[in-house]
């Protein structure tokens, strides 16, 4: 718990918590996310409210659906919540216009409003996908000190993504990887934390934190598989 961000404030205190990621369509980050979703209903009552967040609502049914068989009545303190401009941005361009500071702005504005004051929880903000949301997010870190995130890391846009990182460089203006008070990593491997480390990003500003596996799953696991 005190590696989250604002470590001083313990899961004994209420909160609120807003998910984000560019869509939840089925794949690897959205069953990260449904089943992290899952366990902090059943396990977190000090977890009052859950957003998840995302770019388009297709397949939210579905996955609402899901999360509420599996956890019943908790699921009453889960909604879902679209935000088109979290959507994969496409840009034959790779230069920012005064449109997209317009827009970024706008951007700002709607996170502050909407979710202010929860804990921001948020997949792979750095891929690449949408640089303004990814500017948006660094500039928020940067002017409101007050607002707690947590950069939950799944890939890297600088191992083999390079149309991405250039896509990335020529909107970012912030560093790419904060360090401040309210902002904490969460990676999903060894390797991965120790390339932050040596990359000079402080132990206590990151986390390992495995991808979750359904109980279910781990009931007919070999034992001697598990490493």
Known sequence: VESLPGGERSLNVKTDLAIFHYHLFPGGVTSVVSLSVRAILAHLPEVERITLVCGSDRHLKSLEHSIAEKVGEASARLSFDVVPELFYLSRESGSQTDGDLADREALKRLLRTRYGGALWWVH???????????????????????????????????????????????FIRLPLYPV????????????????????????????????????????????????
């Open 124 to 170: 792979n903000y750095h891929l690449g996908k949408n640089p303004l949301f990814t500017e948006a997010l660094l500039e928020i870190a940067e002017e409101s000190p007050e607002q707690r995130m947590l950069f939950h890391i799944h890939d890297f846009p600088e191992c083999a993504r390079y149309d991405n990182l250039a896509f990335l460089e020529s």
């Open 180 to 227: 401040s008070e309210n902002v904490r990593y969460a990676v999903i491997n060894n390797r991965d934390l120790t390339l932050l480390e040596q990359a000079g990003m402080p132990e206590n500003r990151v986390v390992l934190l495995n991808n979750p596996v359904p109980p279910d799953e781990l009931a007919h696991t070999d034992p001697r598989a598990v490493r």
